[in-house]
């Protein structure tokens, strides 16, 4: 049984709907990348099988037991009661770049006959922001006029690019950042190996969300932020910082790194910024919006890794004092 730490909230607005009889028929659960929204879905379309297969379950909040049949059944994938919609693997093992419309099609084989271990019907669909716009429309049409006793789990990490009208047909429950307690005990949780300054290093890099920090894990992102701190302090008057991290962060090797820094730069402006006022900090947003331009372009452009890397670093060295940088 994974854990969700956090969304206490969340948690008991989806406990309240089912205990009161009155479910709605779709949920839209939104927030940033990597704070578990995927698992909330899953935990919660989980409960809603088990309590309604029995036997009664009595742990609190999401939790079903490893042990119970819907779980056993959940977890091997051969759930009649439940499907799971995302992007399919492709025969060169990488994703397909969108759920396509035969997926959301392919829900009328669970809503052509009646549930079989409980009354429910369940589909978690993760993410719904992967919908193609075919796909998105078919879903729409369940949504609109839901078959009895389904329920629909969206995952949405930017459900303001959904269709409106998806939207307006689901409650919304938003998960936000994990605060710095829940962060450490889901690291924990998910790497009992880490020792503790692995663990507050992960943390502080994570920024609320436990799946940005373990993809961090091993990539030495402490280092990285010395260096960006360095760079923002000095200014880096000789470009020697700047060079060195381009140099060691071009080489094909270093991929995972590069992609690293990319976002962790944006993210350390945007800290920077919020510790200024007045014209340091409207420089602070210039500065921000061009570093998350970069960033976020790089590699869908295949840009050259060094020379972003040197022009992220000036962005960043350009936040150090005027005399520094002159220096």
Same mark, same amino acid.
């Given at each position: 049984?994974?854990p969700?730490?956090?969304h206490?909230e ?5 406990g309240?709907?089912?205990a009161s009889?009155?479910l709605?028929h779709a949920?839209l659960?939104?927030g940033?990348?990597g704070v578990g929204k995927?698992?909330f879905?899953d935990k919660a379309a989980l409960?809603?099988?088990?309590e309604?297969?029995g036997?009664?379950?009595?742990l609190?909040?999401?939790?079903v037991?490893d042990?119970?049949p819907?779980?056993r ?7 009649p009661?439940l ?11 990488e994703l397909a ?5 035969d ?5 009328q084989?669970l ?5 079989s271990?409980?009354?429910? /019907? ?5 993410? $719904? ?5 075919? @796909?998105?429309n +078919?879903l %729409?049409k369940?949504l609109e ?13 930017a459900?303001q690019r959904?269709?409106?009208t998806i939207?307006?047909r689901?409650r919304?429950l ?5 605060d710095?307690?829940?962060m450490?005990?889901a690291?924990?949780a998910a790497?009992p190996d880490?020792?503790?300054?692995e ?6 890099a ?8 373990i ?5 030495d992102?402490?280092?990285?932020? /010395?260096?960006?701190r360095?760079?923002? $302090?000095t200014?880096d008057?000789t470009? @020697?910082r700047? +060079?060195a %991290?381009?140099?060691?962060?071009c080489?094909k ?7 690293a ?5 944006p993210s350390?402006?945007?800290?920077a910024a919020?510790?200024?006022s007045?014209?340091a900090?409207a420089?602070a947003l210039?500065?921000?919006?061009r570093?998350?331009?970069?960033a976020a ?6 840009l ?9 670093g ?6 150090a004092?005027a ?5």
């Open positions: 049984m994974t969700l730490f956090g206490d969340a948690v008991a607005a989806f309240e709907g089912l009889g009155r709605h949920w659960i939104s940033p990348e995927a698992l879905a409960r809603l099988l088990a309604g297969a036997p009664q379950v009595t609190p909040g999401l939790d037991p042990d119970h819907s779980a059944l959940a977890a091997a994938g051969s759930h009661d499907m799971r919609l995302e992007r399919l693997q492709k025969d060169n093992g770049r969108s759920i396509t419309v997926q959301v099609r392919g829900l084989r809503f052509a006959t009646t549930a271990m409980s009354p429910w /019907r369940v589909v978690v669909i993760d993410s $719904a922001d992967d919908l193609e716009r075919g @796909a998105a +078919a %729409l369940n006029e839901p078959p009895p006793k389904s329920v629909f789990f969206l995952v949405g990490h459900s959904l269709l409106p939207r307006s689901c919304q938003r998960l936000s950042a994990l710095g307690a829940a450490t005990s690291l924990s790497l880490a020792d503790q300054a663990i507050r290093s992960l943390a502080e994570g920024q609320g969300s436990p799946g940005r920090a993809a961090f894990r091993g990539l992102v402490g280092a990285l932020d /010395r260096t960006m360095e760079l923002a $302090a200014g008057p470009n @020697a700047r +060079a %991290l381009a140099g060691a962060l080489l090797s270093a991929q995972p790194r590069y992609e820094f990319l976002d962790r730069a350390f402006i945007a800290a919020r510790e200024r007045g014209g900090l420089e210039r500065l921000w919006e570093a998350s331009e970069l372009t790089a590699t869908r452009l295949s050259d890794p060094q020379s972003v890397v040197f022009e992220l000036s962005t960043i060295a350009a936040l004092p005399r520094d940088r002159a220096a």
